[in-house]
C-alpha cells in the first residue's frame, strides 16, 4: 500500500526529482519484504518526508 502512494505520488508529480530513485528503490523494497517502514526513518529527511506524506495520504483515503 505504502509503495502504491508513493509510486502515485510521483506519477503526480508531488515528489522532489531528486530523491526520485531513492523513491524507487524503497517501492521495490517495500514489495519485495526487503525495506520495512520502520527502516525508513533512517532515510534522507526528504525521504522521510515524503514516506510521511504518503502514509498521511492512505490514512485520509482510508477514512
Known amino acids: ?5 508513493l509510486s502515485n505520488m510521483l506519477t503526480e508529480n ?3 526529482i531528486t530523491i526520485e530513485e531513492d523513491i524507487h ?5 517495500l ?6 517502514v520502520n527502516d525508513l526513518k533512517e ?3 526528504f525521504v522521510v518526508n515524503a514516506v510521511q506524506e504518503a502514509m498521511d495520504r492512505i490514512t485520509k483515503h482510508n477514512s
Open 1 to 5: 500500500m505504502l509503495a502504491n502512494e
Open 43 to 45: 532515510k534522507d529527511p
Open 14 to 16: 508531488k515528489l522532489p
Open 25 to 29: 528503490e524503497i517501492c521495490r523494497g
Open 31 to 36: 514489495q519485495s519484504g526487503e525495506i520495512s
